[in-house]
């Protein structure tokens, strides 16, 4: 996208992901100015994505001058858990982080007020104010793609817990399953992420699919494999869900992530298998995410105009579809 030649305040967003990173300019209408892609070095070790990081934030400073904006605090948002009060990354398998003084670091090397959050806890609280969950109040955003984590909204306050609330994901729902990543067996991740469901489908078959999305396609075309696996991941997100709407008395379940684009395919038999295990629950209704991969980023703009003391415009912006970014 070309600078606007734009006077005013924004905010630089920046959505650090294990693959690649979305950055963004907002305005106070969470409105990109700018934006900017790249790829996250992480093969090349944790030193080399907090000095890639840093280097794109300084590139969107760089840019706002440019176009005349005054940058008013930058919004990080990361993988992992995130200790927010603290500001630091507390752990990250995939890039490498423990107990790392993230926003500290980053202030140091770029000069700019920084605000730390989590991924998954930015996107839902974007979801809240911009999109799918717009004027609900009791809200679990649960994004599935390679993994699974959740955030949630109770009473209209994100639920952080010292970085650790959220993680449906590691949630046992098949004691006897595979071993997770987390040291655990028979994590809901296990079955029913992206990633588990395209392997789990080459193991059934030995015929390997790139993605769940292949996975999705051949259920469509009624392929017996596929709704096999499909199946099974269905029933264990519906048995999650069910866990955590009672636990939460959720309204409103928000699914995202790259699994949540076979749209109908996931969304019409988790909303029955979730109906049939619900009895005295209040009955969430369970809808797509709406603002796709520029959550995160969105989320991370809102952190920052919160932490600057101005979120009057993001609050009252109009939800807007994915594709803006």
Same mark, same amino acid.
């Given at each position: 996208m070309p600078e606007r030649p734009v006077q005013g305040d924004c905010v630089i967003a920046l959505d650090v992901?294990?693959?690649?990173?979305?950055?963004?300019?907002?305005?106070?209408?969470?409105?990109?100015?700018?934006?900017?892609?790249?790829?996250?070095?992480?093969? %090349? @070790?944790?030193? =080399?994505?907090?000095?890639?990081? =840093?280097?794109?934030?300084?590139?969107?400073?760089?840019?706002?001058?440019?176009?005349?904006?005054?940058?008013?605090? %930058? @919004?990080?948002?990361?993988?992992? $858990?995130?200790?927010e009060e603290t500001a630091l990354a507390v752990f990250s398998a995939n890039l490498g982080w423990r107990d790392l003084p993230l926003a500290e670091l980053l202030e140091q090397r770029t000069g700019l007020p920084v605000t730390l959050g989590h991924d998954v806890r930015a996107g839902g609280f974007a979801e809240a104010a911009l999109g799918a969950a717009r004027g609900a109040r009791d809200i679990l955003f649960?994004?599935?793609?390679?993994? $699974?984590?959740?955030?949630? $909204?109770?009473?209209?306050?994100?639920?952080? =817990?010292?970085?650790?609330?959220?993680?449906?994901?590691?949630?046992?729902?098949?004691?006897d399953g595979p071993v997770c990543g987390?040291?655990?067996?028979?994590?809901?991740?296990?079955?029913?992420?992206?990633? %588990?469901?395209?392997? %789990?489908?080459?193991?059934?078959?030995?015929?390997?699919?790139?993605?769940?999305?292949?996975?999705?396609?051949?259920?469509a075309q009624g392929?017996?494999?596929?709704?096999?696996?499909?199946?099974? =991941?269905?029933?264990a997100l519906a048995t999650a869900l069910t866990l955590a709407t009672t636990l939460l008395g959720c309204e409103l379940i928000v699914l995202g992530g790259g699994l949540a684009e076979a749209g109908d395919l996931l969304l019409d038999p988790v909303r029955t298998r979730l109906a049939a295990r619900l009895t005295f629950q209040r009955r969430p209704g369970v809808v797509r995410a709406e603002l796709g991969d520029e959550a995160g980023c969105l989320g991370a703009g809102l952190n920052a105009w919160h932490a600057v003391g101005d979120a009057a415009g993001a609050a009252c912006a109009e939800p807007r579809k994915a594709g803006s970014l």
């Open positions: 992901g294990g693959t690649g990173m979305k950055g963004a300019l907002l305005d106070r209408d969470l409105k990109p100015l700018v934006t900017l892609r790249r790829p996250t070095p992480r093969e %090349a @070790g944790p030193d =080399a994505v907090l000095t890639a990081i =840093a280097a794109a934030l300084g590139e969107l400073a760089e840019r706002a001058a440019a176009g005349g904006l005054t940058v008013r605090r %930058a @919004g990080v948002v990361v993988p992992g $858990i995130v200790d649960v994004a599935i793609g390679t993994g $699974i984590a959740a955030a949630v $909204i109770n009473d209209g306050h994100p639920v952080r =817990a010292g970085g650790y609330g959220g993680e449906l994901g590691h949630l046992a729902v098949d004691p987390c040291g655990s067996r028979g994590c809901l991740e296990t079955v029913a992420s992206a990633a %588990a469901v395209a392997a %789990a489908y080459t193991a059934r078959t030995g015929r390997a699919v790139p993605g769940a999305d292949q996975v999705a396609a051949l259920l392929d017996t494999d596929a709704q096999a696996v499909w199946d099974r =991941a269905v029933d």
